[in-house]
């Protein structure tokens, strides 16, 4: 959590810093009357650093995926439902084949 | 559909129908009266020659059983909560983080949609990266690793495209 956050509020830094940049760009531009075709190569560098870090900012600060088998080794405790007419276990008759032929005696 | 005479039990026949390795496999559910507690089955055939030899009263053909695998039907749904939530939240920054880079480089019109979609493209390539490219620990297909959030952050990306395009270009 601590690492990724950091990783992200730099991404962050990066794209400002590329945002005052290109603002300083086009106020040059202003003074030589040129057209705004896109900023400068290092603008667009700074970009793309900034998306990278961003990136691996927004994969990592979430937190992890959890696995939804019910036979992973993390998930074997199971909890109750508050409600108790619907339950769901997890049980070994799972294994059993299912008798749909049988009759009430 | 049912075939069995079972007084007690209540066949559900809208049951869902899923894919599993190529065939289609009928999932019934049969809720036992009395008990409340839900029995999901497994698959309809049983082997012939496993079953027939021992029962007497049952002289109805089976069909033989496929090697379809048994799908597990009950998956840990707090886990699959969690799972969809860090993608939405990943989703919506990587959305946020391209409309400011699109207000930036100026784009105007379509070709900022562009952005959007390359940047949710790249999004969902890492997602799958940290998925480990195999679906099945963590979600139930691919879709939702791959397709499912994908137009839900256009809305924060116009946003602040807009935002940045005003603060570096007009103002």
């Given at each position: 959590m601590g690492a990724g956050f950091v990783v992200g509020v730099l991404g962050v830094l990066f794209l400002s810093h590329a945002a005052y940049s290109t603002i300083q760009y086009r106020s040059l531009l202003k003074i030589t009357e040129d057209e705004f075709t896109g900023p400068p190569i290092n603008v667009v560098m700074e970009l793309i650093a900034g998306l990278v870090l961003c990136m691996w900012a927004a994969l990592t600060v979430p937190g992890k995926f959890l696995s939804i088998l019910p036979q992973s080794d993390e998930n074997r405790v199971v909890a109750l439902p508050s409600n108790l007419d619907f339950m769901i276990f997890n049980h070994r008759g799972k294994a059993f084949p299912l008798s749909i032929d049988a009759k009430l005696k | 559909m049912c075939r069995n005479s079972v007084a007690a039990v209540l066949c559900d026949t809208a049951a869902s129908a899923f894919r599993v390795g190529g065939r289609s496999v009928c999932?019934?559910?049969?809720?036992?009266?009395?008990?409340?507690?839900?029995?999901?089955?497994?698959?309809?055939?049983?082997?012939?020659?496993?079953?027939?030899?021992?029962?007497?009263?049952?002289?109805?053909?089976?069909?033989?059983?496929?090697?379809?695998?048994?799908?597990?039907?009950?998956?840990?749904?707090?886990?699959?909560?969690?799972?969809?939530?860090?993608?939405?939240?990943?989703?919506?920054?990587?959305?946020?983080?391209?409309?400011?880079?699109?207000?930036?480089?100026?784009?105007?019109?379509?070709?900022?949609?562009?952005?959007?979609?390359?940047?949710?493209?790249?999004?969902?390539?890492?997602?799958?990266?940290?998925?480990?490219?195999?679906?099945?620990?963590?979600?139930?297909?691919?879709?939702?690793?791959?397709?499912?959030?994908?137009?839900?952050?256009?809305?924060?990306?116009?946003?602040?495209?807009?935002?940045?395009?005003?603060?570096?270009?007009?103002?």
């Open positions: - | 999932r019934w559910r049969i809720y036992v009266y009395g008990t409340k507690s839900l029995v999901s089955s497994k698959r309809r055939e049983i082997r012939r020659e496993k079953a027939m030899a021992s029962r007497d009263e049952s002289s109805v053909p089976r069909k033989q059983s496929s090697d379809v695998a048994d799908e597990i039907s009950t998956f840990n749904a707090e886990n699959m909560q969690n799972n969809a939530k860090i993608i939405y939240y990943s989703r919506t920054f990587m959305s946020i983080i391209g409309g400011v880079i699109a207000g930036i480089l100026g784009f105007t019109g379509l070709t900022g949609f562009i952005v959007y979609f390359l940047v949710m493209a790249i999004t969902s390539v890492g997602i799958a990266a940290k998925a480990g490219f195999s679906v099945l620990p963590y979600f139930n297909s691919w879709n939702q690793i791959l397709i499912d959030g994908f137009l839900g952050g256009l809305l924060s990306f116009v946003l602040f495209w807009t935002f940045a395009y005003d603060f570096v270009h007009i103002f």
